[in-house]
């Protein structure tokens, strides 16, 4: 925190006060910012709370060390890492590696979520992403962590003011990555799962340049996050929640499944128990069987999402 002080000229407590005043100044000129921006001094994800992933982790580990020993680069007249694009399928853990960056190297993380700040008043996000882009530039050491980047862009189908703005908002956007990266204590990442639909412009050498993949975990990487989120519920709950599971045949039924699902089934084979609790019964602790249950469920309410998602029901 020493070093903070150093870098912003603020303490601790004055930089959370002049976070939260921008998040309300932005409110007060924008609207709501819930889901849209969130600046946090701390992020709770550390890298204990990610499994799998060693290659990306890897990467992400040389980018804190980056940002917090600048002057090695210097001494060996290496350029400093301008900007990120993590990229892969959804729900596999892009937010929180960049969370994680943000909390290891001791920065001010700011999450933009693209989405939210483009489509719900397309005609402000020009201003709002100017007024982000002014306040990053004045807090010291931060990540500027551009969630769902692909969102600045619409297709081909929509119409052409919308096109046009969206094209003057990338130019915008790509400017100041240019500005970012020539900083040393500030980083820009991004995360996609559309990579493909990622405008070119963004990852030019200079900007988004490095690009890290976040895949879909594999057996052994399964086996961990699930034990990680496990491990999360009884820490939470001060006490052991689950009986020795046999977890192979508990993974053979989770094919095609991303680790937010595993995530999400280990949290529904323990809401099961609340509800057994809250209607009388005396539940004990979660089994291998009661694991596969909840698996079956949620694989159920999964499929109609989907078939929401995709029109099958219309
Ligand atoms: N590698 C991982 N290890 C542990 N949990 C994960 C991992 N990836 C995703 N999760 C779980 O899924 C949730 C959503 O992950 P997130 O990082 O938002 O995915 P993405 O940004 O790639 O879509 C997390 O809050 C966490 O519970
Ligand atoms: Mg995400």
Known sequence: MVERK????????????????????????????????????????????????????????????????????????????????????PGTGKTLLAMALARE??????????????????ADSFDVLQEVFTQVKECGRCILFLDEIDDFIFDRAAPEEMRHASRRLV???????????????????????????VDSTLIRPGRLDQLIEVPLP???????IIQIHMAKAEAMAGRKLFNQLDLDPILARTVKMNSADLAEIVQKSLEEKV???????????VTTDDMQRAIEDYRKTKEIIEKIRYGQYL
């Not at 190297?105 to 008043?121: D, G, L, P, Y």
């Not at 594999?218 to 961990?224: A, C, F, S, V, Y």
């Not at 509800?275 to 602790?285: V, W």
């Open 105 to 122: 190297a001791e920065a001010v993380f700011f999450h933009v979520r693209v989405t939210n700040v483009v489509t719900k008043w397309y």
């Open 218 to 224: 594999e057996t052994d990487g399964k086996r961990e």
């Open 275 to 285: 509800r057994q609790e809250g209607s009388g019964a005396q539940p004990g602790l």
């Open 6 to 89: 150093m870098l912003t000229g603020h303490t601790p407590e004055i930089l959370r006060r002049k976070l939260e005043d921008f998040i309300a100044r932005l409110a007060k000129k924008f609207g709501d910012m819930k889901g849209k921006i969130d600046v946090s001094i701390r992020p709770e994800v550390s890298f204990a709370d990610i499994g799998d992933l060693a290659r990306a982790k890897q990467e992400i580990a040389g980018l804190v060390f980056a940002l917090k020993s600048p002057d090695l680069h210097k001494k060996w007249g290496a350029q400093p890492p301008n900007g990120v694009l993590l990229y892969g399928p």
């Open 171 to 197: 130019n915008s956007v790509a400017e100041q990555l240019d500005d970012i990266g020539r900083s040393g204590d500030i980083l820009a990442v991004a995360s996609t799962n559309r990579p493909d639909a």
